[in-house]
């Protein structure tokens, strides 16, 4: 994954008033800390902040004390209705450093016939990687799965130089066979008990 420069500003305003100003004038107020390091305050320009924060795990790149410094997204917080962004912690993070992040788990091809469904036990596989190669996602292939089937952290291929932040037994899909049958089984048993009684 390719580093996502930002601008960056110091924030030396604190409070309420201080950040609906910033947000005014399109800026998010961020904090940065890890390593040790008192907290920096900062104000992000708000909509490359939004569109670098699109990409799971981005890995941004800051001015910081007059030297780039790389960072990642901790937490994001954002505002009920509108969905922008109202304030964002990140983390401070260097070249070689092993970091342990959720990446997003996406699937490809078609379940086996039959109306099964296909169940997301985890959306996201924790795993451990080089804060300056974080895999996007993972993708995992269903093709064929049958109710029943599922597929286990431990089976799903990982990028180079990632490894399982989770134990490889917890079940990350599962096929959940299709509950119109059921429903049938269950009329047909009630007809059949009519029928008896």
Known sequence: MSEIRLAAEPRNEFGKGAARRARRAGLVPAVVYGHGHAPVHLNLPGHDLMLALKTPNALISLPIDGKQEFVLPKAVQREAIKRTI??????????????????????????????????????????EAEATHLPESVTVSVEGLEAGASILAKDITLPSGSSLAVDGDAVVLQVIGAQVEAVEEEAEEAAEAEVEA
């Open 86 to 127: 109202e304030h964002v912690d990140l983390i401070l993070v260097k070249r070689g450093e092993k970091v342990t992040v959720e990446v997003p788990v996406h699937t490809e091809g078609e379940l086996a016939p039959g109306g099964n469904l296909l169940e997301h036990v985890l959306n996201a596989l924790p795993i």
